[in-house]
T-cell receptor, first 112, second 114 residues
Framework: GENVEQHPSTLSVQEGDSAVIKCTYSDSASNYFPWYKQELGKRPQLIIDIRSNVGEKKDQRIAVTLNKTAKHFSLHITETQPEDSAVYFCAASNSGNTPLVFGKGTRLSVIA | DAGVIQSPRHEVTEMGQEVTLRCKPISGHNSLFWYRQTMMRGLELLIYFNNNVPIDDSGMPEDRFSAKMPNASFSTLKIQPSEPRDSAVYFC????????????FGEGSRLTVL
């Protein structure tokens, strides 16, 4: 089955700097890669997703890149703000055939 | 829409007791998921329903766990008997399009088994 590895497990950045979180997956058939943000004590919420037919997707300060050959994808947050502090989860699935498998999460702290 | 509604938000029980967690998905969503979150294991899928039918229950840890979805607007996750290692946050989520649609999570039910 699918296995998703996520790094780093914790990340601290200064406000205004960029943050990058990386994930690798094992199943070459996976083609859907969402990212969820979970603030302390709250529910996970989707912030961005990418499908295998594109290599990059942007939404304001957030971008995701996908390298299908290497089987890894990354989340990039630019101009970080304190409200970006949260746990971020990557996930992967094979569209419709297998459930989402989540990474273990990255705790991002943005220091003002 | 009120979103996915879970109850109870917090449950403290003693080992051996039965625990029932409840979920009301978003109206119109045909897929429902139960996840368990712990520090050690992260977010684990327990079971997935599509149109009220269990499709994938391979994540259900053992026979002590059972889940039902009697209709499109209600699901339960039952643990009987409960054990301390079941302590976790249990999330229910729903989506319009199964595995590759956005998951809308409930607030979660924090279970503590003493």
């Amino acid at each position: 089955g699918e296995n998703v590895e996520q790094h780093p497990s914790t990340l601290s950045v200064q406000e205004g700097d960029s943050a990058v979180i990386k994930c690798t997956y094992s199943d070459s058939a996976s083609n859907y890669f969402p990212w969820y943000k979970q603030e302390l004590g709250k529910r996970p919420q989707l912030i961005i997703d990418i499908r295998s037919n594109v290599g990059e997707k942007k939404d304001q300060r957030i971008a995701v890149t996908l390298n299908k050959t290497a089987k890894h994808f990354s989340l990039h947050i630019t101009e970080t703000q304190p409200e970006d502090s949260a746990v971020y989860f990557c996930a992967a699935s094979n569209s419709g055939n297998t459930p989402l498998v989540f990474g273990k999460g990255t705790r991002l702290s943005v220091i003002a | 829409d009120a979103g996915v509604i879970q109850s109870p938000r917090h449950e403290v029980t003693e080992m051996g007791q039965e625990v029932t967690l409840r979920c009301k998905p978003i109206s119109g969503h045909n897929s429902l998921f139960w996840y368990r979150q712990t520090m050690m294991r992260g977010l684990e899928l327990l079971i997935y329903f599509n149109n009220n039918v269990p499709i994938d229950d391979s994540g259900m840890p053992e026979d002590r766990f059972s889940a039902k979805m009697p209709n499109a607007s209600f699901s339960t996750l039952k643990i009987q008997p409960s054990e301390p290692r079941d302590s976790a946050v249990y999330f229910c989520a729903s989506s319009r399009t199964g595995y590759t649609g956005e998951l809308f999570f409930g607030e979660g039910s924090r279970l503590t088994v003493l």
